[in-house]
């Protein structure tokens, strides 16, 4: 008698489908929240590189240096104005110096948490080569994702948009 309920219980189809997404249900939402957040992360990189051409057209034009006021406010302000849609500009790292060509362009100097190192304010003048450069430290929210695309401790990605130009000859 026993063994026989122990059999039909056994052969009972009622809960089969909750049980199997109870088994599914956790990998199917970690892959959901993180193909979101991995969506979010690119577009943070999208509007970060927009901030930074917006930027970097007032240095281009000479609007920066011709500035009364305070031209490093003046371009924070504008790459602020940019990438606060998604980014928190008091995370917003950037620096702007001129260099002697092209050529001279290095690799940022960034230490072992993400900052950049060489961070300076120097728009340069007319018709200089000017390196223009932001960096963001992206903190990745779910821990599976984060710590397969993190740069740094803590679930950080670092995002960088760089931007070298010639500004145009305003002073006449």
């Known amino acids: 008698m026993l063994f026989d309920r122990f059999f039909l219980f056994l052969k009972r189809h009622d809960g089969a489908t909750a049980i199997e997404f109870a088994f599914l249900a ?12 991995l969506s979010l992360m690119a577009a943070s990189a999208y509007v970060l590189q927009g901030a930074v ?10 609007q920066i240096q ?9 371009f924070f302000e504008a790459l602020c104005d940019h990438a606060s849609v998604l980014l928190n ?3 917003l790292q950037y620096s702007v110096e001129p260099l002697d060509s092209f ?6 100097d960034i230490d072992e948490d993400g900052n950049l190192q060489d961070a ?12 223009i450069r932001a960096a963001y430290r992206y903190s990745l929210m ?9 740069d740094y401790s803590g679930n950080i990605r670092l995002l960088l948009s760089t931007i070298v130009l010639e500004t145009e000859p305003y002073e006449f």
């Open 142 to 150: 779910t821990p599976v994702i984060g710590s397969i695309f993190s």
């Open 26 to 37: 956790i990998p199917f939402f970690l892959i959901i929240i993180g193909t979101i957040e």
């Open 120 to 131: 300076v304010f120097n728009p340069g003048g007319s018709k200089e080569v000017v390196l």
């Open 103 to 108: 050529a001279n362009a290095a690799q940022p």
């Open 53 to 62: 051409s917006d930027a970097a057209r007032l240095v281009r034009t000479g």
């Open 66 to 74: 011709q500035a009364q006021a305070d031209p490093e406010g003046m």
């Open 89 to 91: 500009c008091d995370n």
